[in-house]
């Protein structure tokens, strides 16, 4: 049935042959983007992305920025890493981290104490590394943006969170600490 509405434009004018390739090519596009939502569906679920990384995902490269990764934060925070052990949850490795804030930038928060998450970690033998998931050790300082999904105990350390002593990091927090100094103007 398709190849016959491709034989009947083609008798017809060229600015109707126009018409249907522009429909065809957003049947196309309509469908591509299915087959892409399909599939950040099921690995949404085989990774466990949440909707908020899955919202990250789908943002163009040239609007992330300093302000973007801090306004899609829940809070923003500098300290240190006191703390820190893996564990097995739905089969996927977590590592929980205890951090002691030196200065919260964003939603400061009643404690100064907050338990962290990201995933990877070792325990005993088995090793999980996932990329774009943060991991420190004990001593570490750390600019942490965080995210908590409703019902958890823990925040989820975000892919933008490094380690304070990185230059590209220390970039980073100059630029939020001049954009709040600006904004509190």
Do not use: C, H
Request: charged share 20%; glycine share 4%; no cysteine.
């Amino acid at each position: 049935m398709y190849f016959i509405s491709i034989q009947a434009v083609q008798n017809i004018k060229i600015k109707e042959t126009i018409t249907f390739l522009v429909v065809d090519r957003i049947f196309i596009t309509s469908s591509t983007i299915f087959v892409l939502l399909y599939l950040l569906g099921v690995n949404s679920v085989i990774f466990n992305i949440t909707s908020r990384d899955a919202r990250a995902l789908l943002e163009l490269p040239n609007t992330l920025n300093a302000k973007g990764i801090y306004d899609s934060a829940d809070v923003v925070a500098t300290g240190r890493i006191s703390n820190s052990s893996a564990t097995i949850n739905d089969s996927k490795i977590w590592t929980y981290m205890k951090f002691q804030v030196e200065e919260y930038l964003k939603n400061p928060q009643i404690s100064r104490n907050l338990t962290i998450k990201s995933m990877g970690g070792t325990v005993g033998n088995i090793s999980s590394v996932v990329e774009d998931s943060p991991l420190f050790k004990e001593g570490d300082r750390v600019l942490l943006f965080l995210n908590k999904e409703p019902g958890d105990v823990a925040y989820r350390v975000s892919p933008y969170s490094d380690l304070l002593n990185n230059p590209s990091t220390s970039e980073l927090l100059n630029e939020l600490t001049t954009d709040s100094a600006n904004t509190q103007k």
